[in-house]
């Protein structure tokens, strides 16, 4: 199971923290991604990071003013984002795929999700 927390309303150009914490075991072993789905649009790809070296990896739209880190010993995931943007609006949903040797950025790739959490730029 996947809990998102930390979405708000935020003013545009601040920051947020979202966390995703995971029951479960063997936490180490699965690849972890945000993604998010703002309204009337298709859930878009956000950043990753991967279960056997902790490569990460990021959308163009958020590269450079955001970060996505795991902790295994506590079962969290956490992503900043900076700078935030009226376009980043959206529902932020953390997804796990146990093992994954596919591509990271794909939604399919990943057999748990999170409820979600609201993100809310204002302008």
């Known amino acids: 199971q996947l809990v998102e927390s930390g979405g708000g309303l935020v003013q545009t150009g601040g920051s947020l923290r979202l966390s995703c914490a995971a029951s479960?075991?063997?936490?180490?072993?699965?690849?972890l991604a945000w993604f998010r789905q703002a309204p009337r649009k298709e859930r878009e790809f956000v950043a990753a990071?991967?279960?056997?070296?902790?490569?990460?990896d990021y959308a163009d739209s958020v590269k450079g003013r955001s970060a996505i880190a795991r902790d295994n010993a506590r079962s969290t995931m956490s992503l900043q984002i900076d700078n935030l943007r009226p376009e980043d609006t959206a529902v932020y949903y953390c997804?796990?795929?146990?093992?994954?040797?596919?591509?990271?950025?794909?939604?399919?790739?990943?057999?748990?999700w999170g409820q979600g959490t609201q993100v809310t730029v204002s302008s």
């Open positions: 990071i991967s279960w056997k070296d902790g490569i990460s």
């Open positions: 997804a796990a795929d146990y093992q994954s040797v596919g591509a990271l950025r794909l939604g399919s790739e990943y057999d748990y």
């Open positions: 479960g075991r063997h936490f180490e072993n699965y690849a």
